[in-house]
């Protein structure tokens, strides 16, 4: 067989198996090959949402609303949308905290908040509300604590603040600045 | 515009707030400012009780004060204490405190300087002693 033929045979086998393959539509093509599933696709997802979160004893660890919430199938991480996140230590007014996106450690005790972030502490008899914004901040449940390494300012009746990098620790509600602190005080009443 | 109607601004490295209690510890370079007054610290507090701001303790090596008394003229101060009244717009110093009011100074344990009136009021401390020392002024020329 000559050479010409047995090139025009395999010219058409090759044509045949593509033609094969692009008639497949996109699902089968998935399924036809199991094992390059997304890791990143959602185990499952939530749509204007709210979870509370219960520690052992049974207490509000914190209240979790938003847009929507995936949960990864990868490490069960759970991506969020327009998050706003209550916390409350007892017997102290509770802070809301609330971004553009965030990101919950499968625990749950660590909740990343990305973007510009605004935290604000309602006000109590005999105590303002307090309002901070800053942006990325790494919130440790457990520790009730929200640290960031960007700009900070904190706005206050009579009183504002602002550094570069701050520790806020929500239940004894103090706020460390790490650098180049501004403040400014209004004059007496 | 009275410097009791002005905020008082403050710059440090770094800073701790305190909202429950009402005390800010300022740390690191720190400056005071209101109108023409300029306290310099290494340590500030400022305790404001319900965001009412009520005094700045600076402490320092020794902390520093600058401002002008009432016909301009420049007033420093030094001491290892120094406690800042906006609301009354009085100053303690304390610890080898000393006051340059143009071409006078006094030192003692403990001045209070009013910065409005420019009048100070020294006290002695264990060393029993309050130095002021003047400089007299200049003999006006003797005409011929």
Known sequence: MNRGRRLGILTLVLAASLGYWLASGPEQRRLATPGTVSPDAPEFFAEDFTVWSMDETGTLRYRLSGRRMEQRQRDGARLLTAPVLLLQEQGTPHWVLQSETGWIAPDGDRVRLQGQVDLNRIAAPGRPPLDIRTSDVLVRVPQQEATSRTPARLEAPRYHAEGIGMTLNLARETLDLHRQVRGEYAPGP | ?144
């Open chain 2, 1 to 144: 515009q009275q410097d009791t109607e002005l905020p008082v601004h403050v710059e440090a490295d770094r800073a701790h707030l305190d909202d429950r209690r009402g005390i800010s510890i300022y740390r690191g370079n720190v400056t005071i400012t209101q109108g023409d007054t300029v306290i310099r610290g290494d340590v500030v507090t400022v305790h404001s009780p319900e965001r009412e701001l009520e005094r700045m303790e600076a402490e320092g090596e020794p902390a520093r004060l600058d401002t002008l008394d009432k016909d301009g003229r420049p007033v420093h101060a030094e001491a290892q204490r120094m406690t800042f009244l906006p609301p009354s717009q009085e100053v303690i110093l304390s610890g080898n405190a000393r006051i340059l009011q143009s071409e006078d100074e006094f030192r003692g344990d403990r001045i209070v300087y009013d910065l409005e009136k420019a009048v100070l009021e020294a006290s002695t401390g264990e060393t029993g002693r309050v130095e002021a020392i003047f400089t007299p002024g200049e003999r006006p020329a003797e005409t011929e």
